[in-house]
């Protein structure tokens, strides 16, 4: 599964690099295996409306499929500037995201 985080990246992702990426910024482990199953049903008996659990399921369905967004030219295309990749966004507010680290 590839994914991109909307309005900032141009690279592919995996689910599964993301974690790494945000693991280095709050200096501890993050994992990405929770049953989607278990995330949705999670969600709707927290109060989250049935409807938004079916979307949810839908949703998740598309991105495990292969079938989520994958990079274009739409953020460059909308605000005139070149998007920038996920560890170079990570790498430009360091000292905001290790200040917030630093309050927990």
Same mark, same amino acid.
């Given at each position: 599964? +590839? ?14 690099? &993301? #974690? ?11 994992? +990405? !295996?929770?049953?989607? !199953? ?9 109060? @989250? ?17 292969? +079938?989520?967004?994958? #990079?274009? !030219?739409?953020?460059? +295309?909308?605000? @005139?500037? #070149? #998007? ?6 990570? &790498?430009? !507010?360091?000292?905001?995201?290790? &200040?917030?680290? @630093?309050?927990?």
């Amino acid at each position: 599964m +590839h994914c991109t985080a909307a309005g900032c990246c141009r690279e592919a992702i995996t689910v599964s690099d &993301a #974690p790494a990426v945000i693991a280095d910024v709050i200096g501890q482990p993050v994992k +990405h !295996n929770i049953d989607r !199953n278990t995330w949705i049903e999670g969600s709707v008996a927290t109060g @989250g409306p049935a409807e938004y659990g079916e979307m949810l399921r839908i949703l998740t369905e598309t991105l495990a499929s292969g +079938h989520g967004s994958q #990079p274009n !030219n739409d953020v460059h +295309h909308v605000t @005139g500037v #070149p #998007p920038i990749s996920l560890s170079r966004l990570r &790498a430009a !507010n360091r000292a905001d995201l290790e &200040a917030v680290r @630093g309050t927990r």
